[in-house]
């Protein structure tokens, strides 16, 4: 596609729940990003995919975080049991070929709200 | 460790005056990219600007313009004749050597707002 395209945009979900969010990177780009964004905050690094493999997943908070790529194209940010403190802008982002330097270009997010 | 600090976090001004966004950062790298983005009220982080540390030559881009200082580690924006649609919360991010994979550190963002 022409941009970075997430899906849903808004999710409000009850704490213990489980949830997928979902990214589709512009076409062509074999890095995959996830960040989160709290509020009043910058967005911090999650996770990082070149291809299907998840090349730095330090980012991840815990265990309850998972994500996957399955095909070099589509991503699924997976989080179980969902708590308060899971709220915030889930940003999914690509570039190139994750190459330094490579510029980053994001999503529009999907926001997060865990009641 | 890498570091981006914003230390302004609310600016607000009259359509038509020039802002200045400052951007302090911190890595013990000498090779590295340091990037502007915007994230206007619907969320998408807007990229405006990568620029390499071996490259300090300022830039200007219609109303938009960079300077970059690495005696200061800074790399401050600045908009001239500024507009309502520049209203939007502007981020400053780096990524170094350390990090690789363009990983950014982002600092805290600044929240721009230009009153007509």
């Known amino acids: 596609g022409a941009g970075v395209s997430q899906t849903p945009s808004n999710k409000v979900t009850e704490k213990g729940k489980y949830v997928e969010l979902r990214c589709d990177p512009i076409s062509g780009h074999t890095a995959l990003y996830w960040y989160r964004q709290s509020l009043g905050q910058g967005p911090e690094f999650l996770i990082y995919?070149?291809?299907?493999?998840?090349?730095?997943d330090s980012g991840l908070p815990n265990d309850r975080f998972f994500a996957v790529r399955p095909e070099g194209s589509v991503s699924t940010l997976k989080i179980q049991r969902t708590e308060r403190g899971d709220s915030a802008v889930y940003l999914c982002a690509s570039s190139l070929n994750g190459g330094f330097g490579n510029t980053i270009y994001f999503g529009e997010g999907s926001w997060l709200t865990v009641v | 460790a890498q570091k981006v600090t914003q230390a302004q976090t609310e600016i607000s001004v009259v359509e038509k005056e020039d802002v200045t966004l400052d951007c302090v950062y911190e890595?013990?790298?000498?090779?590295?990219?340091l990037f502007w983005y915007k994230q206007p009220p619907s969320g998408e982080l807007v990229f405006l600007i990568r620029?390499?540390?071996?490259?300090?030559q300022n830039e200007i881009s219609g109303r938009y313009s960079w300077n970059f200082q690495k005696s200061t580690s800074s790399f401050n924006f600045t908009i001239t004749a500024s507009q309502v649609v520049d209203s939007a919360v502007y981020f400053c991010a780096l990524s170094d050597i350390t990090g690789a994979n363009s990983k950014l550190t982002f600092g805290k963002g600044i929240t721009l707002s230009v009153r007509p």
């Open positions: 995919f070149q291809g299907t493999g998840a090349a730095d």
């Open positions: 620029r390499n540390s071996f490259d300090e």
């Open positions: 890595t013990r790298d000498t090779t590295y990219y």
